[in-house]
């Protein structure tokens, strides 16, 4: 079993619509949380950072559950400039290490 | 516009061969970590230097190595090149280690 893991996709959505991305950790020593977008052929791009209480960026909302050990990441309001690929990362401070799941990827059509 | 810098951006290597890439991170950014990115996945962490010493390694063989240097540099150093190792090499840094991390474009080996 993988680290970390997510749902592949793909996720095709019409714009405007809402979609979420569930991502699942099996370390419960993991420290921090991140949500990254990488573009085909660009490198990832730091989206958010993730906590328990949630996080809100405009359009993006993150939330972590410690307890079951998943993270997730809702978008609104779907832009076609979010067609990427959404990367999860979780991160053991301590040990230096941060682990990527292998990606969802969205494709908003018009 | 990014302020990690990799180079080179290509590179072309036969196997058995060993390889230097080399990362420049924004002033700062003492934490700095490699990965290997092939087709259709996620980065795979290689490991993590911060303030010049390796605090971090991934399940990658000791022909992977690395340096950082005080001027925010970095290196990554493959020896005894496989065809395996045709991935993209992407550098990432951070001030601090449990904050998320810039990456930079990446080096693109092929390995023949």
């Known amino acids: 079993r993988k680290e970390v893991e997510q749902d592949p996709g793909p996720f095709n959505v019409p714009e405007g619509a809402t979609v979420a991305f569930n991502c699942t950790y099996s370390?419960?020593?993991?420290?921090?949380f991140f949500w990254y977008r990488q573009d085909c052929r660009k490198e990832p791009k730091l989206l958010m950072s993730?906590?328990?209480s949630g996080n809100e960026d405009g359009r993006f909302t993150a939330q972590l559950n410690r307890a079951s050990q998943y993270i997730s990441l809702l978008i609104r309001d779907s832009k076609l400039s979010d067609s990427a690929t959404y990367l999860c990362v979780v991160t053991r401070t301590n040990a230096g290490k941060s682990t990527f799941g292998d990606g969802t990827t969205l494709t908003v059509k018009p | 516009e990014t302020g990690v810098t990799q180079s080179p951006t290509h590179l072309i290597k036969t196997r058995g061969q060993q390889v230097t890439l080399r990362c420049s991170s924004q002033?700062?950014?003492?934490?700095v970590s490699w990965y290997q990115q092939a087709l259709g996945q996620g980065p795979q962490f290689i490991f993590q230097?911060?303030?010049?010493?390796?605090?971090g390694r991934g399940n990658f063989p000791p022909r992977f190595s690395g340096l950082q240097f005080p001027n925010y540099s970095s290196e990554l150093n493959v020896n005894a090149l496989e065809l395996d190792d045709s991935a993209l090499y992407l550098c990432?840094?951070?001030?601090?280690?449990?904050?998320?991390?810039?990456f930079g474009s990446g080096t693109r080996l092929t390995v023949v």
């Open positions: 230097y911060y303030r010049e010493e390796e605090n």
């Open positions: 370390n419960s020593a993991s420290q921090s």
């Open positions: 993730v906590y328990s």
């Open positions: 990432a840094s951070s001030t601090d280690r449990a904050r998320g991390y810039t």
């Open positions: 002033s700062g950014h003492n934490t």
